[in-house]
């Protein structure tokens, strides 16, 4: 392709052909790779005559808004900015500016395109365009005010949201007083002598008031976003059909409403196959989704039929039924008639795994097929409804008992990067989406040879000229009865690694720029108005500097002990990590704390073909012993270990001194928030999750070793987590 052309289309796509890599070394994304990506884009690049033509048309569509869809900035007592791009014939043209804060005041001013800053001129398709910018001397308050300019005289308007953001997101005040201490779970994988073989909401409420009770302030869980009804056997948490919405699958049947009045249902769960079948799913050592999802459906819709049949009798009950559907508009509309319809398609044929494949009058949710399936399915509509209203009830019980039990944060919720390609948020807004590239990264310690996540990302522009609005919706939602947000790989504010699906392998792609500008200065305004904290998973590729502004826009780091290495080798002593973090020692992507001493990651990673060569693996067991060693001295260093305990690693198993005194040893540290896992509490083994794998491994399946009503009540486990507390508040 030609040079120029081809850096024309790089520089508008936001395409970064030269990155350093999770190691430092420069990379170059060659140009087979550039034109990958940009046909993935769209772009016919095998033709240069129409490639031009389909750059222009997008210029185009930039360049002829007057004025973009929204614009986010930073609250100033000076006042506001407005961007206007006109013709060169329009840009002596009278137009009229009116503003509509959002408590509802409006404010005019007339406005002449030349009077601005003249800040860029183009000439495209022959035509010439200058962009103008103009100082609006009126303080704003931080909030979604809209923005009108109509030209004088004729019908030509056009409107902007205009985002005013604080700049700094929710920090409480309690943090200034001493610092905070929690658990991060994998809800599925609680284990209890009640639930039906998945970890669920009355679980998580057991768990936060034993947690409370030792002091800790936070749980922390998995993503639960709504995942797949239909084919319960899709269980990753980072590949959901909604992030909207919540994974039906964590509702107590016992917990709902009527449970104890609802005769079908009572009879229903008294038959000894029913019985028998939730304790074959309770004694399971991993979470058999499709068999959980078979026991939890049919007694959810016994659940719904008591509700219609009892509206008249429970006036509150369908009051904030009716509100929750309101509410939730058109989003949740579609959520459910997704979930139905692929109920519906798959018990016809189960290879309809999801909308990609279904019959083509199924896949726009506006056909008239899919309208009349609504039409004549509303009953089993309302039924997925009223789950998500179950759910978000449920939910919502669990974090008021955590507030009410003195935990500062409650729940701290976790949001994934994106959705798979069969999700309902694409189906519903496919224009959104990438669907010819995935999210990935590139090789890094977690995956030496990339990763491909198959995720659709987001195309940078169309979120633009949806005025952000799906970034804003995702954020209201996962902030939702929470007191903290994780947001997973941070970095997506600023770039992702996109792979186009005609790659070689999950090296072969680029990074994408965002506006990350833009996205921060809604995060913090939606983290203010929620008064959630948020986190920011900054691990893998780093660009220099990145850090530094989520610091300044009040984003907590994510740092992992055993990422947090000096020059020599030697790990950073906590003890100097920054204030404005979370710490932990291990993740859902990384092994156990016996898991890492013992190397059983290593071996697992072998057994399953993750590494390119014997070499490679014995490498990497070298690396281990040293790091083990290092560990171990600076524990010795720090006074956590008893002095007559070992100093070799020299056939040195981990025992539960070991593993404690790394856990206390990062409670210790300068960090605001310290958050860790209950695997390692209870010594177990096992991960939960190996990064680069799909079906090799039983990936988000793996329950606790033991339920919660045992080791609940183990002293020694009590004992450890008083001594997090009293580290925290020394």
């Not at 796509?13 to 790779?33: H, K, L, M, R, Y």
């Not at 004025?67 to 000076?78: G, K, N, R, T």
């Not at 952000?468 to 992702?496: K, S, T």
């Not at 072998?606 to 990497?620: A, F, K, P, S, T």
Request: aromatic content about 10%; charged content about 15%; glycine content about 6%.
């Amino acid at each position: 392709m030609d040079a120029v052309l081809l850096a024309e289309l790089i520089a508008f796509n936001g395409i970064e052909t030269t990155f350093n890599d999770a190691w430092g070394q420069p990379c170059q994304v060659s140009e087979p790779d550039q034109l990958a990506l940009l046909s993935a884009m769209g772009y016919p690049v095998q033709d240069e005559a129409a490639c031009r033509q389909e750059l222009l048309q997008r210029q185009l569509d930039y360049w002829q808004q007057l004025i973009a869809p929204v614009s986010v900035q930073q609250q100033d007592e000076l006042g506001w900015q407005l961007e206007v791009m006109v013709p060169l014939a329009l840009a002596n043209t009278d137009f009229t500016l009116t503003l509509t804060t959002e408590q509802g005041a409006t404010q005019q001013w007339p406005l002449l395109p030349v009077d601005g800053e003249l800040t860029q001129v183009v000439v495209l398709d022959g035509e010439e365009y200058q962009q103008y910018l103009h100082h609006i001397a009126y303080p704003l308050t931080a909030g979604y005010h809209q923005l009108e300019l109509r030209c004088s005289g004729t019908d030509l308007l056009v409107n902007q949201q205009l985002i005013i953001s604080p700049g700094h997101c929710y920090q409480p005040a309690e943090f200034s007083q001493r610092k905070q201490w929690g658990s991060a779970i994998q809800l599925y994988a609680l284990r209890s002598e009640r639930n039906w073989g998945i970890g669920d909401f009355s679980d998580l409420q057991a768990l936060i008031r034993y947690l409370a009770k030792q002091g800790a302030d936070f749980i922390g869980l998995n993503p639960i976003h709504a995942l797949y009804p239909a084919l319960a056997d899709n269980a990753s948490p980072y590949s959901p059909s909604s992030r909207r919405w919540l994974n039906i699958i964590y509702l107590d049947v016992t917990a709902t409403p009527g449970f104890n009045d609802n005769a079908a249902l009572q009879a229903h769960l008294k038959q000894p196959a029913v019985q028998q079948a939730i304790v074959a799913a309770r004694q399971q050592d991993w979470v058999d989704y499709p068999a959980v999802m078979a026991l939890k459906l049919p007694a959810l819709k016994l659940c719904y039929q008591w509700f219609i049949d009892n509206k008249a009798a429970q006036p509150e009950l369908a009051a904030a039924f009716d509100a929750f559907k309101a509410a939730g508009g058109n989003s949740l509309a579609q959520l459910a008639l997704y979930d139905a319809l692929h109920a519906w398609l798959y018990q016809q044929d189960s290879q309809y795994w999801g909308w990609p494949n279904w019959p083509e009058q199924y896949r726009d949710p506006d056909s008239d097929a899919v309208q009349q399936f609504a039409a004549e399915h509303a009953a089993e509509l309302d039924f997925y409804i009223y789950l998500q209203f179950l759910a978000q009830q449920q939910l919502s019980e669990a974090q008021q008992l955590a507030t009410a039990q003195g935990m500062l944060l409650g729940l701290y919720r976790d949001l994934a990067v994106g959705v798979s390609e069969a999700s309902t948020e694409i189906w519903g807004n496919p224009e959104l989406y990438c669907r010819d590239a995935s999210v990935g990264a590139p090789p890094d310690p977690l995956g030496p040879t990339g990763q491909n996540w198959g995720l659709p990302p987001m195309k940078p522009f169309q979120l633009y000229q949806q005025g952000y609005q799906p970034f804003i919706e995702l954020l209201r939602a996962n902030m939702q009865h929470a007191g903290a947000l994780r947001i997973d790989h941070v970095m997506a504010l600023l770039r992702l690694w996109w792979v186009p699906k005609t790659a070689a392998n999950a090296g072969s792609g680029a990074y994408v720029y965002y506006p990350i500008m833009d996205l921060l200065g809604i995060l913090a305004l939606e983290s203010q108005r929620q008064q959630v904290v948020v986190i920011g998973e900054d691990l893998g590729t780093v660009p220099e500097g990145i850090r530094e502004l989520l610091q300044q826009f009040g984003i907590y780091s994510y740092r992992v002990f055993f990422f947090e290495t000096a020059p020599d080798g030697g790990y950073i002593s906590p003890a100097h990590y920054p204030l404005q973090a979370m710490a932990t020692l291990s993740t859902h992507d990384l092994p156990t704390l016996i898991g890492f001493w013992h190397c059983e990651d290593l071996k697992l990673g072998q057994q399953l073909g993750l590494y390119r060569d014997e070499g490679q693996l014995q490498q990497l067991y070298q690396q281990r012993h040293a790091n083990k060693q290092r560990i171990l001295d600076s524990l010795h260093g720090h006074g956590r270990l008893p002095a007559d305990y070992p100093r070799s690693v020299d056939q040195l198993a981990m025992d539960r001194t070991l593993n404690f005194a790394m856990q206390q040893h990062l409670a210790a540290g300068a960090q605001q928030l310290l958050c860790l896992q209950i695997e390692d509490w209870l010594e177990m083994t096992q991960p939960v999750n190996v990064p680069g794998t799909s079906n090799e491994y039983p990936n988000w399946r793996r329950k606790l070793s033991q339920p919660l009503e045992q080791w609940t009540q183990e002293p020694h486990i009590a004992a450890l987590l008083q001594q997090l507390t009293a580290l925290r508040r020394q």
